[in-house]
């Protein structure tokens, strides 16, 4: 038992430091700032391809539209119609990507 | 000079500049506790005091004020030597036959490192956190999340085999 008291006893008085403390806090603060920025980006980058998507989709809506009012109604096109249901569309779009450009600024 | 708990609140507030002032404060203590528990493997030692810090400024909302940081921050790091050690082993076990052995760079009080050889990971992490850095049980099981009951049991144990 004195033998293990004095083995921990040495132990005790040993002291470990790092080489370069200042270099090693440098270091490990930019490994720090990097990771953060890393998730930073990961996270615009599903927001944005959140928000690609729903726009992509409201921009092609119209157009099906169209499309559908052409072929029904060949003779008699509602232009009146048509132009309603993309100047509806074209609007919640346009309000999207306002929405866009100022989560983007807001995480940035 | 400001105490961790201000530095911890500033960190989160004004930015990871503040951090540094407390990798600095414990750069060394982690270090130590890192030689100590890999019997003196310089290499792991500085991994395992990088991964801890690491750990703790992306966890470091969770912390509670209320407890000292530097028991918070030696959880962490004796997480991090446990994930380590199983990723070295991992490791050995798939390179063991092709690559040609590596021996790590040894540093400190041999005898010591003699002394807790043979014990478990876990009883060595016991061991050291009583008998070196004088933690009380209920100290120990809050950092490491587990009962004072199974820690001193644990303690126990290590001492009869050192006997």
Known sequence: MNQLETIIEKEKETSYSQRNKELFSFYTLTLINQEQASRKLKRKLWVSLLLIT??????????????????????????????????VSYGFLFVLIVFLKQRISILS | METDEELVRRTLSEGSHHFGVLIQRYADYLFGLGMRLTSGNKELAE?????AFMKSYTYLKSFNSQKKFKHWLTGIAVNCYKDLIQKENQHLSLNAKDEPNYTPHLEGNIDFFNLIKPLTEDEKILFTLKYVYEYQ????????????????SKISRALEKLK
Do not use: R, W
């Open chain 2, 47 to 51: 991994d395992i005091s990088q991964q």
């Open chain 1, 54 to 87: 729903a726009g992509l989709f409201l921009l092609l809506s119209p157009i099906s539209e169209m499309m559908n009012y052409f072929i029904l109604n060949l003779s008699s096109p509602s232009m009146v119609d048509i132009f309603t249901v993309a100047a």
């Open chain 2, 137 to 152: 049980i209920n100290e120990i099981a809050d950092l490491l999340n587990q009962k004072s009951g199974t820690v001193k």
